[in-house]
């Protein structure tokens, strides 16, 4: 069983950033990959970003060049800088663990392949 629990989100000016928290417990969190997804209002549950247990990383294109996705396996937390936002990121932020990941370099982006979620934290850019 693994707990996710996000924070760091809120109302920013469009060209802002922000840095949003994620804060494991429960497994061996150094281990496993973790993701990043993002809902807006009426749309599917997206991919934003992953990084593997040893820091491989990947991002949607939507993001690259924007957000950083990064992992303090001392504290269980992951963390995604986001900055330039704009309005269409937009959405509640989740993250998410996928436990079948372990000690590989693989990093999925698809909701299905994640077996435990946050309970999400809402970005809000202003135009």
């Known amino acids: 069983q693994v707990q996710l629990v996000e924070s760091g989100g809120g109302l920013v000016q469009a060209g802002g950033s922000l840095r949003l928290s994620c804060a494991a417990s429960?497994?061996?969190?150094?281990?496993?990959?973790m993701g990043w997804f993002r809902q807006a209002p009426g749309k599917e549950r997206e991919f934003v970003a992953a990084?593997?247990?040893?820091?491989?990383?990947s991002y949607a294109d939507s993001v690259k060049g924007r957000f950083t996705i990064s992992r303090y396996n001392a504290k269980n937390t992951v963390y995604l800088q986001m900055n330039s936002l704009k309005p269409e990121d937009t959405a509640v932020y989740y993250c998410?663990?996928?436990?079948?990941?372990?000690?590989?370099?693989?990093?999925?982006?698809?909701?299905?392949?994640?077996?435990?979620w946050g309970q999400g934290t809402q970005v809000t850019v202003s135009s």
């Open positions: 998410a663990a996928d436990l079948q990941s372990q000690l590989t370099m693989v990093l999925r982006t698809t909701t299905d392949d994640y077996d435990y």
């Open positions: 429960g497994r061996t969190f150094s281990n496993y990959a």
């Open positions: 990084i593997t247990w040893s820091g491989y990383t």
